[in-house]
C-alpha cells in the first residue's frame, strides 16, 4: 500500500490541492479606502509588493522630494520673533507668531528675526564743549527691532548705523552745551539727543527704535582732574556765599525799607507841623500888626510883658524887698509851703536902695545864715 508523503503527491491533483489549501490562508483585500488601501498604494508605487525586484529607485527618490517639500512648506514662529518671508529673494509678507505655511524651498525663504528684546550698548566719547573744555561722556543707549523688513533689508548693518548715530547725536548736544551744563544738566541734553538719534534712525530706514538714552557719567579727563576739583570747590564756595549774602539781604533789606517808610512819615508829621506853625505864627503877626495899629503902646507893652514872662518862666525867681528877709515863692510842684527865711548875704546896694540913712536907721549888713533845709525857689 503506497503511501502518500504530506506535501508531495503524484499528479496534478495532489498539488493542486495544496494550491487551494494554501491559497486559503491568503490575507484578505480590504474593501474600499482605509489605511491598509494606502500603504498598498504606497507599495505599488514604490515595487514592493509582487515578486521579481526590489522596487525602481526612482519612486524612493520621488518619496524624499516630497517628504522634503512637505516639510519646507511648514514654518513655525516663536512667540518672540517675526519671520519675514522672501520670494524669489524679493520681499513678500512678514510671519506672525505661530505655525504659518509657505511655498517650498526655493520659491520662499523665511528668516527669523527677534522682535520684542531689548539690547542695550554702552560707549563712551571724548567731547568738546561749547567754551572749548573736552570732556568725557559715558552714554548707554537701548533698543529694540521695531521693523522687522527695514531691519534685515533696510540698510547693511543696522546695529553699526545705531551705534555711529548714537555718538553722533551725543556729541552734538554736547557740542552745543557749556561744560558746567554737561556737568550738572545731563538729563534734558540725553531726552534731546534720543529725539535727534530716533530722526537719524528713521531716515537711515534701520528698522529700530530707541527706548532709552542715558548719558551715565561726565567728567573731565584723568589729566585734569585735580584743576578740576579745585574749581569745583571754589564754585560751591561762591554758591555758599551766594546764598549766604542772599539770605542776609532778604532779612535786611525788609527792615531798612520799613525804617525807611518810618523816617518818611515822620519826616511828613515834622513838615506838617512847621507848616502849620509857620503859617499861625503869620496870622497871628498880621493880627498883632494890625492890633499895633490900633493901639502901638498897649500892643507894645503886652508884647514886652509876654516877652519877659516867657523869658522868666524857666529861670530862678528872687523877690526882694526893702528888708533883709527874702520871700520864697514856692513853683508848680515844689512840696514846701510858703514861708520866709533868712537869705543868703547880698550886696548892700540889693538890699537897701541909696537913700540917705540917719544912725538910728542903719542896719548891719551882715546877715544871719538861713536854717538847713531851706531852698531857694526853684522853677
Same mark, same amino acid.
Given at each position: ?12 491533483? !495532489? ?6 489549501? @494554501? ?24 515595487? !514592493? ?83 572749548? @573744555? ?72 534701520? !528698522? ?172
Amino acid at each position: 500500500m503506497a503511501w502518500n508523503t504530506p506535501g508531495s503527491g503524484s499528479g496534478s491533483g !495532489g498539488s493542486g490541492n495544496n494550491g487551494n489549501r @494554501n491559497n486559503n490562508w491568503k490575507p484578505r483585500k480590504s474593501q474600499g479606502g482605509g489605511l491598509g488601501d494606502v500603504i498598498d498604494r504606497l507599495r505599488g508605487l514604490l515595487g !514592493g509588493a509582487g515578486g521579481g525586484g526590489g522596487g525602481n529607485p526612482l519612486r524612493w527618490v520621488l518619496l524624499g522630494i516630497g517628504i522634503l517639500v512637505l516639510f519646507s512648506s511648514f514654518q513655525l514662529i516663536g512667540e518672540q520673533q517675526r519671520g519675514v518671508v522672501l520670494r524669489f529673494g524679493q520681499y513678500a509678507r512678514t510671519m506672525q507668531p505661530g505655525p504659518n505655511f509657505k511655498w517650498p524651498w526655493p520659491i520662499e525663504s523665511v528668516t527669523k528675526v527677534n522682535a520684542t528684546q531689548f539690547s542695550n550698548f554702552n560707549n563712551t566719547v571724548s567731547v568738546l564743549t561749547r567754551d572749548e @573744555n573736552i570732556v568725557r561722556i559715558e552714554f548707554n543707549v537701548q533698543y529694540r527691532v521695531s521693523d522687522p523688513q527695514l531691519y534685515l533689508y533696510g540698510t547693511r548693518g543696522a546695529v553699526a548705523v545705531l551705534e555711529q548715530a548714537a555718538q553722533s547725536a551725543v556729541r552734538e548736544q554736547v557740542g552745543r552745551s557749556d561744560f558746567n551744563a554737561v556737568i550738572n544738566q545731563r538729563g534734558p541734553m540725553a531726552d534731546a539727543a534720543k529725539l535727534r538719534l530716533q530722526e537719524s534712525l528713521g531716515a537711515y530706514k534701520t !528698522g529700530l527704535i530707541v527706548t532709552t538714552l542715558e548719558m551715565l557719567n561726565a567728567r573731565p579727563p584723568e589729566e585734569v582732574q585735580p584743576a578740576f576739583d579745585a574749581v569745583n570747590g571754589a564754585q560751591q564756595v561762591r554758591e555758599s556765599l551766594i546764598n549766604g549774602a542772599q539770605a542776609y539781604a532778604a532779612k535786611v533789606v525788609p527792615e531798612a525799607r520799613g525804617e525807611a517808610a518810618r523816617r518818611r512819615t515822620v519826616a511828613e508829621g515834622y513838615k506838617s507841623e512847621v507848616v502849620a506853625r509857620a503859617q499861625g505864627d503869620a496870622q497871628r503877626f498880621e493880627l498883632l500888626q494890625a492890633e499895633y495899629k490900633n493901639a502901638p503902646d498897649v500892643t507894645r507893652k503886652r508884647l514886652w510883658l509876654e516877652t519877659v514872662q516867657r523869658v522868666l518862666t524857666d529861670n530862678r525867681k528872687v523877690v526882694g524887698g526893702d528888708g533883709r528877709q527874702l520871700i520864697y515863692v514856692p513853683m508848680a510842684g515844689a512840696s514846701s509851703p510858703t514861708a520866709t527865711a533868712p537869705a543868703a548875704p547880698l550886696p548892700a546896694d540889693m538890699i537897701m536902695p541909696q537913700v540917705e540913712s540917719t544912725p538910728s536907721t542903719i542896719r548891719s549888713p551882715v546877715r544871719t545864715p538861713r536854717p538847713a533845709g531851706r531852698e531857694e525857689a526853684q522853677p
